[in-house]
C-alpha cells in the first residue's frame, strides 16, 4: 500500500466520523500538504474497491465514507448532517422475509436513522425544521387558558 493510502486510511480510522472527501481532503493535507484532491478521490476509490472502506450513498447530498468495511446501520442527524454509528446489530433475517414475496432477488438492504444530533436538538429552529423534513406534525400553538 502507497504511503498516501495508508495515511487516508488511518485518517478516515481515526475517528469514524463519516467525512465527506473533501472534509477528508483537509484531514490529510495537514499530514501531506502536496496531496491533490483528485488523489484523495482515486485512493477512496480503490479502498472501496479493495473492501477497506465503504462508500455511502446518500440521497441528496454529497458520498461520505466510512472506515469500516462491515455492514453497519448508520444514524443521521437531518439539520447538520452528522453521521454516526447506530449501535445495533444488523438485521441479517431482513432479508429472509422478503423471499418470495417479490419478484427481485435480494441481495442487500440499507437502512439509516434519522434524527437531530446533541447539538442540534437544542436548537428550536433546527427541531422545527426537522419536524417539517420528516413530515412529523408539529403540535399547533395551544392557546393559552385563561380560566
Ligand atoms: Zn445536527
Ligand atoms: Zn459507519
Keep these: 500500500m502507497t504511503r498516501q493510502r495508508r495515511v487516508i486510511l ?13 472534509l477528508l481532503y483537509e484531514m490529510v493535507r495537514k499530514r501531506m500538504p502536496k496531496i491533490s484532491l483528485g488523489t484523495v478521490y482515486r485512493n477512496l476509490e480503490i479502498l472501496t ?9 446518500i440521497s441528496g447530498s454529497q458520498k461520505r465514507y466510512d472506515g469500516i468495511p462491515q455492514k ?13 454509528d447506530a449501535p445495533i446489530a444488523p438485521l441479517s433475517t431482513l432479508e429472509d422475509e422478503l423471499y418470495g414475496a417479490t419478484v427481485y432477488t435480494i441481495m442487500g438492504h440499507r437502512l439509516e436513522f434519522m434524527g437531530l444530533c446533541p447539538e442540534c436538538s437544542r436548537d428550536e429552529e433546527a427541531r ?20
Design 10 to 22: 488511518e485518517e478516515l480510522r481515526k475517528e469514524n466520523i463519516h467525512p465527506t472527501a473533501d
Design 49 to 57: 474497491a479493495l473492501g477497506e472502506i465503504q462508500t455511502l450513498e
Design 72 to 84: 453497519h446501520y448508520h444514524i443521521r442527524c437531518v439539520h447538520c448532517g452528522r453521521m454516526d
Design 128 to 147: 422545527r425544521v426537522a419536524e417539517q423534513l420528516l413530515g412529523i406534525p408539529t403540535e399547533p400553538a395551544k392557546p393559552t387558558d385563561q380560566n
